[in-house]
């Protein structure tokens, strides 16, 4: 898998990403809580298959929370079909990629932003932001009022792991 990094690619392998944001995620909730919440590949998997009928029923999206934790919450994803510019004015995303392929346009401009609900703006498309290509393994962080956008090429889709983390309001 390859990342960017202060504009380089770097190498990583999907192993040690996975085993990164999962002991990132489980000494945060080490830290705040007594319970510890684990999850294999194999039972990621399993939960994300009901989101697959729930995205081709609804508008080609269907989440679920995993956990909720002090500070910040993990959510489990599936797309089949493009999603909603999102801007989240109080939450960071931190995305580790299951399966699938998708195109991220960050940064720029949200354009026909509504807010939905107090902190969350969602609009209709992105000017002037850049694209990344997102596949297998990768891992993506969107600081807080980053307006972000996934685009699914034509009869694909995406499976991912988003950890929101809250952000001190500025």
Same mark, same amino acid.
């Given at each position: &898998?390859?990342?960017? +990094?202060?504009?380089k690619?770097i190498? !990583?392998?999907?192993? @040690?990403?996975?085993?990164?944001?999962?002991?990132?995620s489980?000494a945060?909730?080490?830290?705040?809580?007594?319970?510890?919440?684990?999850?294999?590949?194999?039972?990621? *998997?399993? &939960?994300?298959?009901?989101? +697959?009928?729930?995205?081709?029923?609804?508008?080609?999206?269907?989440?679920? !929370?995993?956990?909720?934790?002090?500070?910040h919450?993990? &959510?489990?994803? @599936?797309?089949?079909?493009?999603?909603?510019? *999102?801007? +989240?004015?109080?939450?960071a995303?931190?995305?580790? !990629? &299951?399966?699938?392929k998708a195109?991220?346009?960050?940064?720029?401009?949200?354009?026909?932003?509504?807010? !939905?609900?107090?902190g969350?703006?969602?609009?209709?498309s992105?000017?002037?932001?850049?694209?990344?290509?997102? *596949?297998?393994?990768?891992?993506? +962080?969107i600081?807080?009022?980053?307006p972000h956008?996934?685009?699914?090429?034509?009869?694909?889709?995406?499976?991912y792991?988003?950890?929101?983390?809250?952000?001190?309001a500025?």
């Amino acid at each position: &898998m390859e990342l960017m +990094h202060k504009r380089k690619w770097i190498r !990583v392998e999907k192993k @040690y990403v996975v085993l990164c944001i999962c002991a990132l995620s489980l000494a945060t909730a080490l830290a705040q809580s007594a319970g510890v919440d684990a999850y294999s590949p194999k039972e990621l *998997e399993r &939960m994300a298959q009901p989101l +697959h009928a729930q995205a081709d029923a609804g508008n080609g999206t269907a989440s679920r !929370v995993l956990a909720n934790y002090p500070g910040h919450y993990t &959510m489990l994803i @599936y797309r089949d079909k493009d999603g909603e510019v *999102e801007v +989240h004015q109080r939450f960071a995303d931190i995305i580790l !990629v &299951m399966s699938g392929k998708a195109t991220l346009i960050t940064g720029g401009t949200t354009q026909n932003g509504k807010v !939905v609900k107090p902190g969350e703006i969602r609009g209709t498309s992105i000017a002037g932001g850049s694209q990344s290509k997102l *596949e297998e393994g990768d891992l993506v +962080h969107i600081p807080a009022n980053t307006p972000h956008q996934l685009l699914i090429p034509p009869g694909n889709s995406i499976t991912y792991i988003t950890i929101k983390v809250e952000t001190p309001a500025s």
